[in-house]
């Protein structure tokens, strides 16, 4: 399993605790993403980030933050904001090509639940 | 922003017999659909992708097809076996070149 790495694989935390996850690619990736699963609604975007030291909101950014200082990580950081009390955390990568979009190669998740 | 719809949540097929998920779109300027794989457990997979520009594209037992007028675009698996059971995502990048991700159908291959 090459190519994103993520971890931990599971994380608790305490309401009102902050957390990092984190995510790292050695596939000179320049694009990043992190998308939360929860059942029944599929992918949504949280953050993603086209180059290194810029990055965008997605759908449902609030309750988290990232970073981006270097190309290969882009960890997330889920803060005592966010609610949700269990969702799989999924971080991907790709190699945008001109203006077309192209392959996202996701890493295998990290579960995150609020104990 | 872009909306997908994806239909069913759920497919059972006995083996063999085809199976067909369609997907829906908002946005007329998307021009870029994939389809990924996600078996129990582990990450997402890009199985299969079509641009604007082809209303057709095959991969030994599975194709994905677009209407743009329509905007539908849909994957048909052929012949299918036990390890095509796995929940199906469609995708569609928005103006901002984002990808838009359905809610998945959870497909079931009984033997």
């Known amino acids: 399993d090459g190519g994103i790495t993520q971890s931990p694989k599971y994380l608790f935390r305490k309401e009102g605790q902050n957390v990092t996850l984190s995510c790292e690619q050695n596939?000179?990736?320049?694009?990043m993403y992190w998308y939360r699963q929860d059942p029944g609604q599929g992918l949504r975007l949280i953050y993603y980030?086209?180059?290194?030291?810029?990055?965008q909101k997605g759908d449902i950014a609030e309750g988290y933050s990232v970073s981006r200082e270097k190309k290969e990580s882009f960890p997330l950081t889920v803060t005592s904001a966010q609610k949700n009390p269990k969702s799989l955390y999924l971080c991907?990568?790709?190699?945008?090509?001109?203006?077309?979009?192209?392959?996202?190669?996701f890493g295998s998740g990290t579960q995150l639940s609020v104990l | 922003g872009e909306n997908v719809e994806q239909h069913p949540s759920t497919l059972s097929v006995q083996e063999g017999d085809s199976a067909v998920i369609k997907c829906t779109y908002s946005?007329?300027?998307?021009?870029?659909f994939p389809w990924y794989k996600q078996e129990l457990g582990k990450r997402p997979q890009l199985i299969i992708d079509?641009?604007?520009?082809?209303g057709e594209k095959k991969d030994q037992r599975i194709a994905v097809t677009l209407n743009k007028t329509a905007k539908h675009f849909s994957l048909h698996i052929t012949e299918t076996q036990p390890e095509d059971s796995a929940v199906y995502f469609c995708?569609?990048?928005?103006?901002?070149?984002?990808?838009?991700f359905g809610a998945g159908t959870q497909v079931v291959v009984t033997p």
């Open positions: 995708a569609v990048s928005d103006s901002w070149g984002k990808l838009q």
């Open positions: 946005d007329s300027a998307s021009n870029y």
């Open positions: 980030s086209q180059i290194v030291n810029d990055f």
């Open positions: 991907a990568s790709s190699q945008p090509h001109r203006a077309s979009n192209e392959k996202l190669f």
């Open positions: 596939l000179n990736h320049d694009a």
């Open positions: 079509i641009r604007s520009n082809v």
